[in-house]
């Protein structure tokens, strides 16, 4: 039993190990041309779209932490605290490193329809967070406050 | 040009160093389920009542504290013996809800334990109701 466990797990695997290979090399490929600059950019210009915020965040590679700190300052400055949300959360659901792994193992229908949800789950989070904005937005330090004054 | 794809290869190998063990391991996880797990069990659970298997595989998907990509084989697994397509979207998307300590402390620290809740309900509820969709329109 354990030898066969072994078996297929080495047959998974070695059958799965190319495909994570490539999404690893092309989502590094994306991280050199979509930087965190160039999403701070495109974000500004996406002031008042959560549409946009949404498209962005399918593409935008990951991880999201290191876009955290950038979109902050992009909040304080007085981008929507709606689009930040619906750029976190597109972000986090699709990347395109999954797309090797999901149309491999689940089929390219698959994938496509958890694109198109994540984009509408991204917007109506966008949404809510912008008719909530009044209760959840975090109140700007006095130092942040003075700086954008600035 | 051959800097940049210097670059590229050494990320990429720093990076396939952290990922790949954990895919093996959470391959051998998956291949384990599938020999030790009943088929009419995974069924039962996370096929034949929609209602009860896609907030569950939500929820599973949320308080799985295994990296990212992990989930893949996992869902694999369970998709062969029988889980709806339904449960297996709500377990990969549910993954990404929570469980990056550095994303989600980061989250809350810049932005407030409201907005942080907030996004959490609505992603847990949404990913949940994609789930019934993707169960009718799969």
Redesign the interface.
């Known amino acids: 039993m354990i030898i066969e466990i072994l078996y297929l797990t080495l047959e998974r695997f070695l059958g799965f190990l190319p495909i994570l290979m490539v999404a690893i090399v092309v989502g590094k490929v994306f991280r050199l041309y979509i930087s965190e600059d160039k999403i701070g950019i495109l974000l500004k210009g996406e002031r008042r779209s959560i549409m946009g915020a949404s498209l962005l965040g399918l593409v935008t590679p990951g991880p999201l932490a290191s876009y955290l700190p950038l979109l902050k300052v992009l909040q304080i400055s007085g981008l929507p605290l709606s689009v930040v949300a619906t750029f976190i959360t597109s972000q986090t659901l699709v990347g395109p490193l999954r797309a090797f792994l999901e149309v491999n193992m689940f089929g390219l229908t698959f994938f496509i329809f958890r694109v198109a949800a994540s984009f509408i789950i991204a917007i109506s989070i966008g949404t809510c967070f912008h008719f909530l904005d009044k209760f959840v937005k975090p109140k700007i330090p006095l130092s942040g406050r003075r700086a954008h004054r600035k | 040009m051959k800097k940049?794809a210097v670059?590229?290869f050494a990320?990429?190998l720093k990076?396939?160093k952290t990922?790949?063990p954990a895919?093996?391991i959470a391959?051998?996880i998956?291949?384990?389920l599938?020999?030790y797990l009943p088929e009419e069990i995974t069924f039962a659970v996370l096929g034949k009542t929609p209602f009860l298997s896609i907030p569950l595989a939500t929820i599973i998907g949320i308080i799985l504290p295994i990296p990212?990509?992990a989930t893949?084989?996992i869902?694999?697994s369970l998709?062969q013996k029988g889980a709806g397509?339904g449960a297996?979207?709500a377990l990969?998307?549910g993954e990404?809800?929570l469980g990056?300590p550095?994303?989600d402390i980061?989250?809350f620290k810049?932005?407030?334990w409201?907005?942080f809740v907030?996004?959490l309900i609505?992603?847990t509820a949404?990913?949940t109701a994609?789930g019934f969709?993707?169960e009718v329109?799969?």
């Open positions: 940049k670059y590229i990320d990429s990076e396939m990922i790949i895919f093996f391959t051998l998956g291949a384990t599938e020999f990212r990509y893949y084989p869902a694999f998709f397509i297996i979207f990969i998307s990404v809800i990056a550095d994303r980061l989250e810049y932005f407030g409201k907005a907030l996004r609505l992603c949404l990913v994609g969709v993707a329109l799969l």
